[in-house]
């Protein structure tokens, strides 16, 4: 059975940082790009970034380049999502998605920036 689990979303003041992490199981982790998409209160889908299954690629959303890092750590099969310099329009429920054509999903982690 497939799982993808968020974890560490929570309420961030605004310019300050916040690490995200998403435990898979169920698939081979190291195969698949991984993929960081949100979604803003009142909004559609925001790709943010992906992975390539070993690593070496990363591709970041114009909007969060510079700011955030997304890794991955094959031996425990978790993606990351390191967050630097929020602002309040990052405010938004955060989901990792494995997969080029996001076949698989989670559940979602709450990231509120406010003061």
């Known amino acids: 059975q497939v799982q993808l689990v968020e974890s560490g979303g929570g309420l961030v003041q605004p310019g300050g940082s916040q690490r995200l992490s998403c435990a898979a199981s169920g698939f081979t982790f190291s195969s698949y790009w991984m993929n960081w998409v949100r979604q803003a209160p009142g909004k559609g889908l925001e790709w943010v970034s992906v992975?390539?299954?070993?690593?070496?690629?990363?591709i970041y959303a114009d909007s969060v380049k510079a700011r955030f890092t997304i890794s991955r750590d094959n031996a425990t099969n978790t993606l990351y999502l390191q967050m630097n310099s929020l602002h309040n329009e990052a405010t938004a429920v955060y989901l990792c998605?494995?997969?080029?054509?996001?076949?698989?999903w989670g559940q979602g982690s709450q990231i509120t920036v406010s003061s």
């Open positions: 998605t494995a997969g080029k054509l996001y076949e698989y």
């Open positions: 992975i390539s299954g070993g690593g070496g690629t990363t």
